[in-house]
């Protein structure tokens, strides 16, 4: 069974950091692309960032490029996103997603959330 | 950037009635569109990849048309637990895109 289960969120201020994680299990880590979606509360779906296999090429958001950063560790079958300058409208559930070979998203995780506020 | 836009914002009908769902792309996208479903406090999960083929598990009352810029997604029969929110993505260029969302509430 395809699980992703992702940490590290949390209440943080304004201009902060945060690491978020994501750890899979249940399908070969290594040979899937990955991707980070955020939902602000009562919002809609907004891409963030993706990896590929070897941790090339990533991809980010405008909205996020040059603060965030992806990351992964295929010997720990873990996706990482660093998360600097943090600003009030980064607030969100942060999903992990695994790439289908369409480009959609075929697993998701529960997501974690991350508030930023002062 | 893609711009997809979803219509109705809201649908209201009753379990058993046929639903159809739009998403329009600001730009030809061939078939590179998903369809995900989203029931409260749960993440999202994909019905339909490629414009027209449903994920494993899908029931068969939910189907997914069009190419180009005009793409429906239609459950044949609403069952109760159908009423959600839906979202289309956009694969076919950096950055993926979602639509806004329809909702689809219990009339």
């Known amino acids: 069974e395809v699980q992703l289960v992702e940490s590290g969120g949390g209440l943080v201020q304004p201009g902060g950091s945060l690491r978020l994680s994501c750890a899979a299990s249940g399908f070969t880590f290594g040979s899937h692309a990955m991707r980070w979606v955020r939902q602000a509360p009562g919002k809609g779906l907004q891409w963030v960032s993706a990896i590929g296999t070897s941790g090339a090429p990533t991809y980010y958001a405008d909205s996020v490029k040059g603060r965030f950063t992806v990351s992964r560790d295929n010997s720990r079958n873990t996706l990482y996103l660093q998360m600097n300058s943090l600003r009030a409208e980064d607030t969100a559930v942060y999903y992990c997603?695994?790439?289908?070979?369409?480009?959609?998203?075929?697993?998701w995780g529960q997501g974690t959330l991350v508030t930023v506020s002062s | 950037e893609i711009v997809l836009t979803q219509s109705p914002a809201t649908l209201s009908l009753s379990p058993g009635e046929r639903a159809t769902l739009s998403c329009r792309a600001s730009?030809?996208?061939?078939?590179?569109l998903a369809w995900y479903q989203q029931r409260p406090g749960q993440a999202p999960s994909l019905l339909i990849y490629?414009?027209?083929n449903r994920a494993t598990g899908i029931p068969a009352r939910f189907s997914g048309s069009g190419s180009g810029t005009d793409f429906t997604l239609t459950i044949s029969s609403l069952e109760p637990e159908d009423f959600a929110i839906y979202y289309c993505q956009q694969c076919s260029s950096w950055p993926i895109t979602f639509g806004q969302g329809t909702r689809l509430e219990i009339k």
């Open positions: 730009q030809s996208i061939s078939n590179s």
């Open positions: 997603a695994k790439r289908h070979d369409s480009g959609s998203h075929d697993y």
């Open positions: 490629d414009a027209s």
